[in-house]
């Protein structure tokens, strides 16, 4: 509801600026300055960098527009402390005391959440330089771009290297939580698995730490995702080297927090952030930044005398730069003074574009836009410029023309300049362990032999032969051995638990993907046919005697041409018995040589020589009617002879409900639990394990304690029928399933 408000304020103020900016137009200049608050944790680096920006802006704008008229902004200054309530108190004095007309801040997401609706409600525009905000009100614009915008590069990131699963680690805060939904939402896109998810508080101790990283390592994803405020995220990253997680295998990727300011980040943090990848907006190098980066550099170490050391600008103070440079440009646009009402501020800043610091400034929706990230490497002491990714063209090695897709050379934690594969079996190196079922009866899929002398067992089977290969195909080695479980053949869904209890690392074996059993264990792509089926028996072959030959034409038929041919010869002998002697002679002769010629037509055996067009005419189009009937003869006998040996006992599903018929299936199966969504009871169930048993089931029938016809996946009929190939058919339509698949815990596969 809040956005839907947002989208219908935010035109409608730069309608209102644009009618009240027309009644100004005529008037005096303005007179007496405009005060705008500035609310900024100066007790963070950031904050008071920030402040120094904001600074410089409105001094520039003012020296750049001297002598204009215009009014000077003045910057009214509170600290915000980093604590939402200070933050509130100060905003609320700021807007009762100070009566200034836009606040530019705060920096956090939970300051500003609270900040914005306090604007909205005083209708002081609230310029918030927060990297995200729960929701956008008419008078709060968002300054810095929102996190969720990165999301895409990070999966394109994984998506591009195949990695298929990975573990977010994020902050747990409103920051930290906010882009969960929009990540997790772009890596399914790429078909990519959050294997987990990690909240680590602000104020984690160590030995928490230590233990949730000892967690991760214990797992087999080796791709992590850090989403979390720099100081945190050093934190992190120190003790994941103590861990021996910034080696040889691990993947780090961290938001653009860590991107935006890594070059303003000690020595020793950057150490222990060795091989990691992350982002940051892309802001192209000028001679103009160069600028300001010099003169930031020397205002700051004026405004701070304690300080020595200062590292370039990063994005979000070139943001912070630029947002004073915007308010300033509004007020001088639409010749504000203290007197101006605020909504006309609002409108100003809305219509405001420039080419700034960091590009382009504009804002959509009250919203910055940002097209274009930067994909940066940290390596040694500092960061190092790897690609680009951009919305309509994916990652690049470049912003050339044809530029060509991926990355430049990434060095890896590890300095391992070679992409890792991304997941690894475990710390302790053992062999994967994969359950394999122990089952009566269709053994050319999965069978399990025990060996008395030796005290072992002996896997094989289609399924086996195909995880073989699968694994002897992969780009590295992976060992792995196999688990006969018993009494298994009934149920899969026990040999499933042991999966999703990490009892076991994965199950081999004839297992169909179901939506219930992909909610707990991860499937591979299906390697069989996918559906259901039935086999039912045939009717036996019956005799149709000596006038078999009569039974692919009806009576009617029969007698319909027998008709037709008398009547053609007739009318042939009609025409041509005047003019033709061969259609002359006795009368007997004359009979004779009708029914003769009419007849004859039926094997184009005719020799007499017609003498009329008009009969000609005639026999033509009779040969025509002819062939079509002795083709319809020859096929219709043609089935009577071959097909009705194949004719099924039963011919559809509704048959079975109809009649009440018992029917068959799979011991062990997900068939049942389809079957009584057909609506089968579940009385006439029968259960069998076996070829042998199913043949036995069908030869009896219903009647007889056998059933009528057996449902089962296709692979299991296929089988089957390869067996009893006679007296047995596959019928019915097919209802599709998902197949056999082999089964992880954990996406591996």
């Not at 330089?129 to 929102?146: G, K, M, R, V, Y």
């Not at 939402?185 to 233990?211: C, E, F, H, W």
């Not at 120190?238 to 780090?252: L, R």
């Not at 430049?408 to 994967?432: E, T």
Request: hydrophobic share 45%.
């Amino acid at each position: 509801p809040v956005m839907g408000v947002s989208a219908l304020a935010l035109p409608a103020s730069a309608a209102v600026f644009s009618l009240l900016l027309l009644s100004n137009a005529g008037g005096s200049p303005p007179s007496g300055p405009v005060a705008v608050g500035a609310l900024l944790d100066l007790t963070s680096d950031v904050g008071r960098q920030s402040l120094t920006c904001i600074s410089m802006a409105l001094e520039d704008f003012h020296a750049a527009h001297a002598g204009s008229g215009a009014a000077r902004v003045e910057l009214r200054v509170r600290d915000s402390r980093g604590d939402v309530v200070a933050a509130a108190n100060a905003a609320d004095d700021l807007i009762r005391t100070d009566r200034v007309q836009a606040i530019i801040g705060p920096q956090t997401s939970a300051e500003s959440e609270f900040i914005a609706y306090l604007g909205n409600h005083t209708h002081t525009p609230i310029l918030s330089l927060a990297p995200t905000s729960a929701a956008l009100t008419p008078f709060h614009l968002q300054i810095a771009p929102n996190e969720s915008f990165q999301v895409a590069p990070v999966a394109a990131i994984l998506d591009m290297f195949t990695w298929r699963t990975t573990t977010v680690v994020y902050e747990d805060s409103p920051y930290g939580a906010r882009i969960l939904a929009a990540l997790f939402s772009a890596l399914q896109g790429y078909n990519i698995r959050v294997m987990d998810s990690i909240a680590l508080p602000v104020g984690v101790t160590d030995d928490y730490l230590d233990k949730v990283l000892y967690n991760l390592k214990e797992t087999p994803t080796r791709v992590f995702i850090v989403h979390m405020h720099p100081d945190l995220a050093a934190r992190v990253f120190y003790q994941a080297t103590i861990a021996g997680m910034m080696s040889d295998g691990y993947i780090w990727i961290a938001t653009s927090t860590i991107g935006s300011v890594v070059e303003s980040l000690s020595a020793d943090k950057i150490d222990h952030m060795q091989g990691v990848v992350t982002f940051r907006p892309y802001v192209q190098a000028t001679g103009h930044i160069m600028n300001f980066t010099a003169r930031f550099k020397s205002r700051f170490l004026l405004d701070n005398p304690g300080i020595h050391n200062v590292h370039n600008p990063s994005t979000q103070l070139l943001w912070a730069y630029d947002t004073a440079w915007a308010l300033a440009k509004a007020v001088h646009i639409a010749r504000m003074s203290s007197s101006t009402p605020w909504r006309m501020l609002l409108g100003a800043v809305l219509n405001t574009a420039f080419d700034g610091l960091s590009g382009r400034f504009g804002l959509v929706n009250g919203q910055l836009q940002l097209s274009t990230h930067e994909v940066i490497n940290i390596v040694s002491k500092g960061a190092r410029k790897v690609g680009f990714w951009m919305p309509e063209s994916g990652i690049l090695k470049s912003l050339e023309t044809n530029s060509a897709k991926g990355l430049k050379q990434v060095l890896w934690p590890g300095h391992l300049a070679i992409a890792p594969k991304g997941w690894d079996v475990s710390s302790n190196r053992r062999p994967l362990r994969m359950v394999v079922p122990e089952k009566q009866g269709f053994n050319q899929f999965v069978e399990v032999t025990y060996s008395p002398a030796t005290n072992s067992s002996t896997v094989r089977g289609y399924c086996i032969d195909i995880f073989d290969m699968v694994m002897k195909n992969l780009p590295y080695p992976v060992a792995y051995q196999y688990v006969p479980v018993s009494d298994s053949s009934r149920n899969y869904d026990n040999l499933l638990s042991l999966v999703h209890e990490k009892k076991a690392d994965g199950m081999v074996g004839d297992t169909t993907i179901t939506m219930r059993r992909m909610n707990v264990v991860s499937f591979t792509k299906p390697f069989t046919d996918t559906g259901l089926s039935m086999v039912v028996g045939v009717k036996k072959e019956t005799d149709g005697g000596m006038w078999i030959f009569l039974q692919p034409l009806t009576t009617t038929l029969w007698i319909t041409s027998l008709a037709f041919f008398c009547f053609t010869g007739f009318v042939v002998w009609v025409v041509e018995h005047r003019i033709n002697p061969e259609f002359r002679g006795t009368p007997c002769q004359q009979f004779g040589t009708v029914f003769y010629f009419a007849f004859s037509t039926l094997v184009f055996s005719h020799k007499e020589k017609l003498e009329s067009n008009l009969s000609r005419f005639m026999v033509i189009i009779w040969l025509f009617l002819v062939l079509i009937l002795a083709s319809s003869y020859t096929a219709n006998l043609t089935s009577v002879l071959t097909v009705q040996r194949l004719q099924p006992t039963v011919t559809s599903v509704q048959d079975l409900l109809r009649n009440g018929d018992y029917v068959g299936y799979h011991n062990g199966s997900i068939v049942p639990y389809w079957l009584e969504k057909m609506g089968f009871r579940k009385e006439i169930l029968l259960a069998y394990s076996t070829v042998e048993e199913y043949s036995d089931a069908l030869r009896r029938g219903s009647g007889n304690g056998g059933v009528s016809a057996i449902f089962d996946e296709i692979p299991y009929l296929k089988a089957f029928l390869s067996k009893y190939c006679e007296g047995y058919t596959m019928i019915g339509p097919t209802y599709r399933l998902g197949g056999f698949a082999f089964v992880s815990s954990f996406g591996w596969l």
